[in-house]
């Protein structure tokens, strides 16, 4: 049985999450006091965790950055939750790690089907029975969901994590931003290819910065896309 974690603040909305989502077989477990978020995450450690973006003591978006920077529960996906609509706050939240985002008000419908779609495509990435992949001093390890350079874990969210083996995988190859943001956010995300640009960003900053040899493995190709480089 899969474990959902809720941190709502407003109990109502809670409730209403909690029994659609028992309905549909799943484990359900909430904290309403955003300060508390990340202790209750480490002690339930759920497949996946539906974030308000409004809340008390913490707001999401700074749970959410905690989270992605925790190499124990970064892999975690997360679909934001919240009364705000500008797509603004939609490219922000997706940017900072949430793999999905829903507005209030929301049917119920509709988040149980976003949350069934979240938790596949993680268990579609988990069923690949790829092997590991070595690269410079990159360690990946597709089946384990972690990445090593020079015998250190990395804390990468689950879309630099996707984004890195899908690049790793292809090395050599330019790759456009449209065949990334389909790959890797789904056909039917709709957020600017910007979004690739900042996962891009964060993830070289994480795997070139770290490396001992100053090496760069993610090349701009101006007015296309990118490409992984091999030597």
């Known amino acids: 049985m899969k474990k959902i974690l809720i941190i709502e603040d407003e109990l109502n909305i809670y409730e209403l999450i909690k029994f659609n989502l028992v309905t549909h077989g799943f484990e359900v477990d909430g904290v309403q ?57 939609k490219v922000l939240g ?63 969210t689950l879309k630099e994590y996707e984004l890195l083996v899908f690049l790793a995988k292809h090395r050599g190859q330019v790759l456009t931003r449209d065949q990334l943001l389909d790959q890797i956010w789904g056909f039917d995300y709709y957020g600017e290819t910007r979004t690739v640009d900042v996962h891009i960003r964060y993830l070289r900053k994480k795997i070139e910065e770290q490396s001992e040899d100053g090496k760069k493995y993610i090349e701009t190709v101006r007015g296309v896309g990118y490409r992984f480089i091999e030597k």
């Open 33 to 89: 006091d955003g300060a508390l978020a990340i202790e209750k995450i480490l002690d339930v450690l759920p497949d996946l965790i539906i974030l308000d973006l409004m809340l008390p003591g913490k707001d999401g978006i700074s749970i959410c950055r905690e989270i992605r920077a925790n190499s124990i529960i970064s892999y975690i996906p997360i679909i934001m939750l919240t009364a705000k609509s500008e797509e603004f706050d």
């Open 94 to 156: 997706l940017e900072i790690g949430a793999d999905d985002y829903i507005t209030k008000p929301f049917g119920v419908k509709e988040l149980c089907a976003r949350v069934k779609a979240v938790l596949r495509r993680t268990e579609i990435l988990l069923s690949k029975e790829d092997e590991a992949i070595f690269v410079g001093d990159l360690h990946i390890e597709p089946k384990a969901f972690e990445v090593y350079q020079n015998g250190e874990k990395l804390a990468l």
